[in-house]
């Protein structure tokens, strides 16, 4: 290849690593606030998960005090 191409190449890559350098420093704060955003979106899913298997615990333990009661008022009536 011709010389004068070859360093107006380099001279091409040497602007385009600089470039992405500085793009990459953007890309990684980027990166890293949609890290944290997956994090919190993680954390508001656990404590929904939670908050569900609470509220199916409440409701099982009323639903079987319910059938329990009713058991009773059979047996008692036969």
């Not at 350098?21 to 656990?46: D, F």
């Not at 409701?59 to 009773?72: F, T, V, Y």
Request: glycine residues 2%.
């Amino acid at each position: 290849m011709n010389p004068a191409v070859i360093d107006s190449m380099t001279e091409m890559n040497l602007m385009n690593d600089h470039h992405h350098l500085n793009g990459s420093k953007t890309m990684l704060i980027y990166e890293n606030l949609a890290r944290e955003r997956m994090r919190e979106a993680e954390r508001a899913a656990n404590h929904a998960r939670l908050v569900r298997r609470v509220s199916s615990a409440r409701r099982w333990q009323r639903l079987s005090a319910w059938a329990a009661r009713r058991a009773e008022r059979a047996n008692d009536m036969l």
